[in-house]
Every structure is written in C-alpha cells, then in structure tokens.
C-alpha cells in the first residue's frame, strides 16, 4: 500500500509528513480556541450547577448505557439544547445518556446542522 504524501503545510509553508503536526498550526489552534472559550460564559452560568450534577448523577445511574452505540454512558445530554429550551434545564424526559465519543461527534454534527 503506498503511503501517503507530505503535505505543505499553511501556517509555516514547510513540508509535513501525514500525521505530523506542525508547531506554530498547533500554537495558532491554542491560541483561537483560548480566544474563543474567553468569550464563552462559565459553565455554571449556563446552568450546570449543583442542581444538574445531581441530576446528572441520577440519570447515569439510571441509564448507564449510550443511547445510541450501548457503550458505556459517560455523558448526560440535553436532546433540546438549554440554549433553546432553558426552562427545560432539569427535564428527564428531555435528557440521553452518550458516551463521548457518540456526544463529541455525532451530537454536536448535528447540532451545527440545526438553526
């Protein structure tokens, strides 16, 4: 099977091989993710406090499988997100247990998908 060919890289015009990653693209993500979770409100302030980590704790308990592979559930999603449904914050019927890689990829896919 042939390999794959370096790549030019856009941050440092230097030549990568696959699956290598460039320093300065790797300071430059940092640094626009930083600048973006500086914006972002705290968690507690989009209302993940006290009160939904134990309802979390309890829907876990519950349901500890993912609802979408059975894996092992390490997440509770909101089905609507609190952004559109805030006084759905504590509403089980509105909750899914996820495993993260089944929340970190199909979920939030689709959620950029959603208007």
Same mark, same amino acid.
């Given at each position: 099977?042939p390999a794959?060919?370096p790549?030019?890289c856009?941050?440092?015009g230097?030549?990568?091989?696959p699956?290598?990653r460039c320093? *300065? &693209?790797?300071v430059?993500?940092? /640094?626009?993710?930083?600048k973006a979770?500086?914006?972002r409100p705290s @968690?507690r302030?989009?209302?993940y406090?006290?009160?939904?980590e *134990? &309802?979390?704790?309890?829907?876990l /308990?519950?349901?500890p499988?993912c609802r979408?592979?059975?894996?092992? @559930?390490?997440?509770?999603?909101?089905i609507?997100?609190?952004r559109n449904a805030?006084?759905?914050?504590l509403?089980?019927?509105?909750?899914?247990a996820?495993?993260t890689?089944?929340?970190s990829s199909?979920?939030?896919?689709?959620?950029?998908?959603?208007p």
């Amino acid at each position: 099977m042939p390999a794959r060919a370096p790549r030019i890289c856009g941050q440092c015009g230097g030549v990568h091989q696959p699956g290598d990653r460039c320093a *300065k &693209a790797d300071v430059s993500t940092r /640094a626009r993710k930083a600048k973006a979770d500086a914006k972002r409100p705290s @968690a507690r302030a989009r209302g993940y406090d006290g009160e939904w980590e *134990k &309802a979390r704790a309890d829907y876990l /308990a519950a349901y500890p499988s993912c609802r979408r592979c059975g894996a092992p @559930a390490t997440l509770v999603d909101h089905i609507v997100p609190i952004r559109n449904a805030p006084d759905r914050r504590l509403d089980r019927t509105n909750f899914q247990a996820l495993c993260t890689p089944c929340h970190s990829s199909w979920k939030q896919a689709k959620e950029r998908n959603t208007p």
